[in-house]
């Protein structure tokens, strides 16, 4: 064989290993994302966009797995319990990753412990919104109307111990109302509580409230971020109404500590990429959310900043489950 010959060989020989190695699977196995919220919210819709996309991209099957139950801590208990050979992700939001074990003697997991941050995916803002039949447009006016309606004055929250419970104690004390605080099964009940009238004042997810909002059937008087909302800018911050409060969240995907690292750094890598894809912030933003394309690094950053944000809050309310 003359040296064409083998360099010829060796050169197909190494194209052949490129392309099996392109084409083999990332992961040695197929992968679960959980959520431990139901089917239809807000998580699930961003557990399903990165499925979808990391299924393409791995080429492994990827699958959603909704765990309810327990305001999301029953997905956190069965992820952290995961066998350390089975490729296992879980959506955590404030609720599951920051609150929870501040407020419950044994929440059954300890989040910087028993998790590895893989990447942050997306953030929201509260919302405040009103029923139709209060009669007010104005986050003044719905304060004049609590002062004035102590009797009906009560703030529904998607559920009890969640975030958006601690952001409308902030939002009653900083308003100088008093309010008792319901907390509801899931944003579901909620919403439709709201439009009924059988609650008249909720805080929950901007995106949540949203499509509501624009069929009339409620009212957004105030959003919890430091900026208006690209997706409805006519709707003014509670800083600009006079109340110095935001009010935001995140979904971030979680890894038991149990993964082996190798695993968890390539997982981090394709969902940073998947999030930078077009397609994907097209499908973020269609949502009406905000897409996140972070490093484990960032998003370690991203939760340590939160937590010192929301400790003190969660702990000096004196909230006890």
Known sequence: ????????????????????????????????????????????????????????????????????????????????????????????????MVVAPLVFKDAGYDPQRDFVPVSHVNDYDFGLAVATAVPVKELSHLIAWMRANPEKSNFGVPATGSLPHFFALMT?????????????????????DLIGGQVPV?????????????????????????KRSPYAPQIPTLKEQGLNLVGTGWNALFAPASMPKEKVDLLSKA?????????????????????????????????????????????QSGYTP
């Open 1 to 96: 064989m003359n040296r064409r010959n083998i360099f010829l060989g060796a050169a197909l020989a190494l194209s052949g290993a490129l392309a099996f190695a392109q084409a083999a699977p990332a992961l040695d196995g197929p992968l679960r994302i959980v959520s431990g919220y139901a089917p239809g919210g807000s998580t699930d819709r961003v557990a399903r966009i990165v499925a979808d996309k990391l299924q393409a991209k791995l080429g492994v099957p990827v699958v959603v797995e909704n765990k309810t139950g327990a305001g999301g801590r029953l997905a956190a208990q069965q992820v952290k319990n995961t066998p350390a050979n089975q490729n296992v992700l879980m959506v955590g939001n404030p609720a599951v």
């Open 172 to 192: 009653g004390e900083k308003a100088g109302v008093k309010a008792e605080v319901v907390g509801y099964r899931g944003s579901g009940p909620l919403i439709t």
């Open 202 to 226: 909720a805080f929950d997810t901007f995106e949540t409230l949203l499509p509501q909002h624009e069929g009339g059937k409620l009212r957004i008087l105030a959003i919890g971020g430091e």
């Open 271 to 315: 969902i940073h990429e998947v999030m930078r894809d077009p397609d994907t912030v097209k499908k973020f933003n269609d949502a009406k959310m905000t897409p996140v394309a972070a490093t484990q690094a960032q998003t370690r950053a991203m939760l340590d900043a939160y937590r010192k944000q929301w400790a003190p809050v969660v702990q």
